[in-house]
């Protein structure tokens, strides 16, 4: 119609140059994964353990059963990013940040290490997907946060099309499983029966925090515990939801067109 | 319970008081069961009186059966059900005794329900009708459908365009969420009620922490209740503004979706500057706020950006004739219909039924706010799509109020709970009315939560817009009732 064929005109650019230039990837104050900072943490002290909902954050016990010094774990893949911790925590060492590009290949590199493991290298074939990749999304029940920010990255302001990422409504053309929630019990055997509709090669991403390790939702008598154990899972990405540039970062770093941010725990620069 | 009336009863004696209540202009809201010793079940009905006042209450413990309510309040039929499939206890002349949110193999997951309790209900979670008519097609659609969509199965049984019947199976996605509250303190409680949807987060989390307060009889300091406020309606402004572009996409409006779509994602990129949470989470806590928030001058002018910019958008689509011509008189919801089954929210607003809980119950900081309500009659998806559009209007006014009004103080009470407390918590949430009631046990933390959400009530109702229309109108009568099935399913 010529009154939208106008308006549309009039508008302008709407889309984000990011993530080719610039850094207007539209999430300035968006709050991620809390940081952490082991050699701030008191002796004994296990505030934040006590506080996080999903065990994100446990007490790091000795051989006796007592707390070491600085003795917590951290696991963003159960983190869903409350920030009670970062209010609990006496000292600063888990503070709040912006740190929320945290698609990773293996599940481990979620879980805060002294020594990280170098970066895995994407799967044989995944590159093959670089310039054209489909994308079928199941929602393996989900709050429907993470539906509403994967919903958003066709708006105009992310534009995913442009970069050559489509989603597609048959399993039979795509190539990437995108998979949200903590795999209720009713949905297993649709998502299976999805995925082996699949042609191969084909590849499948955890989306948001249900979706990695279950989340809030976990276990119970209605819920399992994410997609470990269901189906072979190539990227994880938690988040609570994820937002559109943190989904967009992961894709990237799936078909390794940009370097995994996240090493053993660790967001970088 | 804090915040009702309430009246203990026998259970038998519920069916005079429901068809009291009906004839004297009252509405049933919800029955929930919860357990106040293992192995006992009492059931709750609340209901919303006939003037405004306080929500009623009816408690009774039922021995074997209880009476269903349904034929005379159709609108508990689906409560009846989910209490028969989580508690295994049997309602007596239910029209539909099926099972609703539970797949058939698992039994009821609440403890200490009696096994020998007779349980009328049919084994089969999906009553479909029978048909022996060839020319009659069945068409089964999910739960995994097309796009980025929510799991939910709908069978349609067609001929050509015209569907006869339809009926959608909506909790593929039940999380037990309810359940999972259970042995959380309060603080946790919110993180939970956070994420029951998504989208809903506000709400649902006001409605818990106001049942809290409720329930501890405290009080939430004064800045808290207008930012309270605040924080609501950004909610419903880009839950609408989605709710725009969503429905433009089911008409083939595509830059009228590109432009709603558009208007929603700068509404949340205003979030999160304002709370660090596109979703606006983690700043509601029982007793207040969990750290104050500074609204800089930036946000009056964002806000009257976004409303202008909504205004032209909405005066577009009021012009765009091939739009309208697929809302008008599009998925028909009449009145009795609506006030039957139990619609809620914008769906009711546009079949005339004025009530809003922001307004009828007022709650945080609404009783001192202008607020407008929208109302249309005409019961169709234009009627629903312009009781929304008013709202994102009204919404911004409210909040400009709340900015120029909002002074200094603190944002946080102290809120303890105390074990064998109950309170019932509610809000309209942008998809209608939402109610939290809470049950305090040992150690001041969570035995029982109940969530009435708007989608559950709203879901029940959308079939009957749907049988014998046809196909091509389907996605647009879905879209305009602006259901969520995570909500429904929970």
New interface residues.
């Given amino acids: ?1 010529a ?3 106008f ?2 005109l009039t ?1 302008g650019k ?1 889309t984000t140059p990011w993530p080719r230039r610039g850094e207007a990837d ?6 991620g994964m809390p940081r952490y900072a082991p050699d701030q943490c008191r002796d004994g002290c296990a505030d934040c353990a006590a ?1 996080c ?1 999903t065990e994100a954050i446990a007490p790091r016990a000795d051989a006796a059963g007592g707390i070491v010094p600085s003795g917590i774990t951290v696991d963003y893949g159960r983190c ?5 911790c970062t ?1 609990a925590c006496p000292t600063g060492a888990l503070s ?1 940040s912006h740190d929320w590009a945290f698609g990773v290949r293996r599940r481990e590199d979620l879980v805060w290490s002294e020594t990280p493991a170098p970066e895995a290298a994407p799967a044989p074939g995944q590159r093959a997907f670089r310039r054209s990749l489909h994308i079928r ?16 990255l ?5 534009n995913l099309h442009r970069l050559g990422i489509f ?1 597609t ?1 048959s ?1 039979r053309f795509a190539d990437l499983l995108l998979v949200t ?2 795999v ?4 297993r055997a ?2 299976r ?2 995925w082996e509709a699949m042609a191969e090669p084909r590849w499948v991403m955890a989306i948001g925090t249900c979706a990695v390790s279950g ?3 976990a276990g ?4 399992g515990t994410g997609l470990d154990g269901v189906l072979p899972v190539d990227l994880y990405l938690p988040g ?2 994820p ?1 559109p540039a943190a989904i967009i970062a992961a894709l990237l770093t799936f078909q390794g067109r940009a370097p995994q941010r996240v090493q053993g725990g660790r967001h970088g620069e | 319970m804090n915040g009702t009336e309430a009246t203990i009863v026998s259970c038998a004696e519920m069916r005079e008081i429901a068809r009291d209540l009906f004839a004297g202009g009252g509405r049933m809201q919800m029955v929930y069961a919860w357990q106040p010793e293992p192995g006992a079940i009492e059931l709750r009905y609340v209901a919303s009186p006939p003037e405004a006042g306080r929500f009623l209450l009816w408690r009774c413990r039922p021995e074997g059966e209880a009476p269903s309510l349904a034929a005379i309040w159709p609108s508990l039929g689906w409560y009846e059900r989910e209490i028969m499939d989580l508690f295994g206890l049997g309602f007596r002349d239910h029209p539909e005794p099926n099972r609703l949110v ?2 058939e193999d ?1 039994p009821p ?1 609440f403890d200490g329900h009696d096994p020998t309790r007779a349980l009328r209900m049919t084994d089969i979670p999906r009553p479909l009708p029978e048909l022996d008519a060839p020319e009659v097609q069945t068409l089964p659609f999910g ?2 459908r ?6 939910a199965e709908f069978t349609f049984f067609y001929i050509g365009e015209q569907i006869l019947h339809y009926h959608p199976h909506l ?7 309810e ?2 509250f259970a042995g ?1 303190t309060p ?2 409680g919110t ?2 009620a ?6 809903g ?1 506000v709400a649902h989390a006001l409605a818990f922490c106001q049942a809290i307060e409720a329930a501890a009889s405290c009080t939430v300091p004064k800045r808290a209740l207008w930012l309270r406020v605040l924080l609501a309606e950004l909610e419903r402004v880009y839950n609408h503004l ?1 709710y725009l ?1 969503h429905l433009a996409n089911t008409t083939s ?4 979706e ?2 709603g ?2 208007l ?2 700068q509404a ?2 205003i979030n ?2 304002l709370t ?4 606006l ?2 700043l509601l806590i029982p007793g207040g706020l ?2 104050d928030l500074a609204p800089g001058d930036w946000l009056s002018g964002a806000l009257e950006s976004l409303r202008a910019e909504t205004a032209r958008y909405v005066d ?1 689509l009021e ?2 004739d ?1 739009h309208l011509d697929r809302l008008i008189t599009t998925g028909m919801l009449r009145r009795n219909v609506a006030l039957d089954q139990g619609a809620t929210g914008p769906v009711q607003r546009a079949s005339g039924i004025d009530r809003d809980l922001r307004r009828d119950h007022p709650y945080a900081a609404y009783a001192e706010l202008p607020l407008i309500v929208p109302v249309r009659s005409e019961g169709d998806a234009y009627a629903r799509a312009g009781v929304r559009a008013a709202e994102i209007d009204a919404s911004i006014a409210v909040m400009q109020r709340v900015l120029l009004l909002l002074e200094d103080g603190p944002v946080r009470a102290d809120c303890t709970t105390t074990p064998g407390a109950e309170g019932l918590g509610w809000a309209e949430s942008p998809r209608g009315t939402l109610f939290y009631a809470v049950h305090v046990g040992a150690g001041g933390r969570l035995a029982r939560v109940k969530i009435k959400s708007p989608s559950f009530s709203n879901w029940r109702v959308f079939p009957f817009t749907v049988h014998e229309t046809n196909m091509m109108d389907y996605a647009i009568n879905e879209a305009s009732f602006g259901l ?4 429904c399913a929970r």
């Fill in positions: 119609m009154l939208w064929t308006f549309g508008q709407a539209g999430q300035e104050d968006v709050l506080v909902p869903v990013v409350c920030q009670l209010e709040p999304h199941v929602d393996a029940g989900s709050c429907n946060g993470c539906e509403s920010e994967l919903q958003a066709n708006n105009p302001f992310y989603f409504p399993p929630g903590p209720t019990h009713a949905m649709p998502l029966a999805t989340g809030i939702a119970g008598y209605a819920c609570c939801p937002n | 539970l797949a698992i997951p739960p995994v097309a796009d980025v969509l929510e799991s909790f593929f996605k039940h999380r037990g969420m359940a999972r959380l603080t946790l993180i939970m956070e994420r029951v949807s998504g989208v987060s989605h572009g409006l595509k830059v009228g590109a432009q779509k558009l929603e994602e949340k990129q999160a500057r660090g949470s596109r979703f989470r983690g969990r750290r577009l012009r765009s091939s969520t099935v995570a909500g």
